[in-house]
C-alpha cells in the first residue's frame, strides 16, 4: 500500500485513458504471453536458460517482420565463421 500511496501521481490510469495512451502493463503483458508463455509454458518443453534466449530472440524477430533482415544477416555470418576465416591464410590452388 505504502508503495502505491508513494505511487500515486505516477498512476493517473483516468488521464491516460481518456486521453486514449496506452497502459503499459498491458502491452507488455500480452508480449510475454505470446513470445514466452506461449512457447516456454507448452507440456514436456525442456531448455535450458540459453536454448530458451535463443528461442525467445528468433520469436522476437518474428513476430517484428525483422526475420528476413535477420536471416540473411545470419547466413553470412555463418560464411565467415565457417569459411572466410577459417581458410584466409591458406592457398587455394586454382585449375
Request: net charge positive; aromatic share 10%; hydrophobic share 35%.
Amino acid at each position: 500500500m505504502n508503495y502505491l500511496t508513494g505511487k500515486a501521481g505516477h498512476l493517473r490510469y483516468d488521464t491516460a485513458l481518456e486521453r486514449s495512451w496506452p497502459i503499459a502493463t498491458g502491452i507488455i503483458e500480452g508480449t510475454c504471453r505470446h513470445l514466452v508463455k506461449d512457447r516456454l509454458d507448452i507440456t514436456g518443453a525442456r531448455c535450458g536458460l540459453s536454448g530458451a534466449e535463443v528461442v525467445l530472440k528468433l520469436r522476437a524477430v518474428r513476430a517484428n517482420g525483422d526475420f528476413d533482415a535477420y536471416w540473411t544477416w545470419h547466413e553470412r555470418q555463418e560464411f565467415t565463421r565457417n569459411h572466410q576465416t577459417r581458410y584466409r591464410d591458406q592457398v587455394i590452388p586454382t585449375a
